[in-house]
């Protein structure tokens, strides 16, 4: 649910990486971070265990220039990935403008996705949205690992509708900025809508 | 109410009367800093002492802070907790929500109390209540007739790519 300002001239967007745990979901976030120039970026957080695993979410606001004279701003949000935090989960889809889903490409990580996906659409059901309604982008992260799934079967299991999707390596940033222009296109076509 | 997908809108008008309204707060109540936080994490006003705060952030965490007791609340079978209280060494957070939907917060020192802040809050909780109910009226009429008005309307792929530069 987008905000806008007329008062002080913004737009705000809140866009949500899911997926499974471990599939990247906080390395894309700290690659744009690192990547982003001061200005335009404000402090990342990141609500994490001890050993880095993400306990609430990680959070980074970017400012990514004007559009009509509004400067427009992303709200990044991460899910936790882990099955049990699906409480966490369901607070941060709140208000949210358009979804990132972050596919761990490992063979063995084959199951896990289809669940997290499944779980994303219950998640947002709940809420009263309907992921098919929504801004809405699938990445194929870890490209860069030997034992990957090879593409057409992931693009079959995970995206029958034929969102946009795409490849990446987020250690390495591959497909990173890609993924996040691909999903702020489509949440500021849907603005243009009037959703 | 809104529903899940429709956009807040924040007007002049109303956007005014909201900044007089925490205004005097922040002077009754003596309180350090005012904002207001939709419970989505958008910040929507700050008055005081808030150059050195990052004000981006206290609006997503307080919004995390209140989806957390409210998922909370739920499990024990209430609605929600209206109001939060955090006590510092030094300073103090007073959170309540208001009209269901905007999250007040209030962070105050030994200049003040909790009696104090919670009093004048609640004063100003209902004509904030009011003010927000008038901004929703407007958004709705906004929204039965989308796009017309909306400088969105005009929103080409270069303005899209240019943001990216
Ligand atoms: N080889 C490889 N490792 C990655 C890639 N993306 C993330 N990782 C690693 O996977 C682990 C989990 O990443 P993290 O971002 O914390 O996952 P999250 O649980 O989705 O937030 C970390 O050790 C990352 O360094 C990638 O594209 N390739
Ligand atoms: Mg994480």
Redesign the interface.
């Known amino acids: 649910m987008s905000f806008i300002n007329y008062a002080s001239r913004e737009i705000n967007c809140k866009i949500v990486y899911y997926g499974p745990g471990l599939c990247g979901k906080t390395t894309n976030l700290q690659y744009i971070y690192n990547k982003t120039a001061q200005d335009a970026k404000g402090k990342m957080i990141s609500l994490a265990t001890e050993t880095e695993r993400t306990l609430f979410f990680d959070f980074l606001p970017l400012a990514l220039g004007e559009i009509r004279g509004f400067k427009t701003r992303f709200h990044l949000y991460t899910v936790p990935g882990q099955v049990f935090y699906d409480a966490s989960r369901k607070l941060i889809l709140k208000g949210v403008d358009g979804v990132v889903f972050v596919a761990d490409s490992q063979e063995e990580r084959l199951d896990a996705n289809i669940e997290s996906l499944e779980n994303l659409k219950d998640n947002l059901e709940e809420q009263g949205y309907q992921l098919e309604k929504l801004p809405f982008i699938i990445q194929y992260n870890k490209r860069d690992l030997p034992n990957c799934t090879p593409v057409e079967e992931l693009r079959k299991l995970l995206n029958p509708d034929g969102v946009p999707d795409l490849e990446a390596c987020a250690a390495t940033g591959e497909g990173i900025f890609e993924t996040l222009k691909a999903v702020a296109k489509q949440v500021l076509i849907d603005l243009k809508k009037g959703s | 109410m809104?529903?899940?997908?429709?956009?807040?809108?924040?007007?002049?008008e109303?956007?005014?009367r909201i900044m007089t309204l925490i205004e005097k707060l922040l002077r009754e109540s003596n309180s350090n800093v005012i904002f207001l936080v939709?419970?989505?994490?958008?910040l929507?006003a700050a008055t005081g002492e808030t150059e050195h705060l990052?004000t981006?952030?206290l609006a997503?965490?307080t919004a995390?802070n209140i989806?957390?007791t409210?998922?909370l609340a739920k499990l024990i079978g209430e609605k929600e907790f209206s109001i939060l209280f955090h006590e510092g060494e030094k300073d103090n957070i007073h959170i309540s929500i208001i009209g269901g939907r905007v999250i007040l917060v209030v962070i105050f020192d030994q200049r003040s109390s909790l009696g104090l802040v919670r009093l004048r809050v609640k004063k100003a909780s209902i004509e904030l209540g009011v003010i927000l109910a008038d901004l929703i009226r407007k958004t709705e009429i906004h929204?039965e007739a989308?796009?017309v008005d909306?400088?969105?309307?005009?929103?080409t792929d270069d303005?899209?790519d240019?943001?990216?530069?």
């Open positions: 809104l529903g899940p997908q429709s956009s807040l809108v924040m007007y002049d109303e956007y005014k939709d419970k989505n994490g958008q929507i990052d981006t952030s997503s965490l995390g989806a957390a409210g998922g929204d989308p796009g909306s400088p969105f309307a005009e929103i303005d899209i240019n943001l990216f530069n």
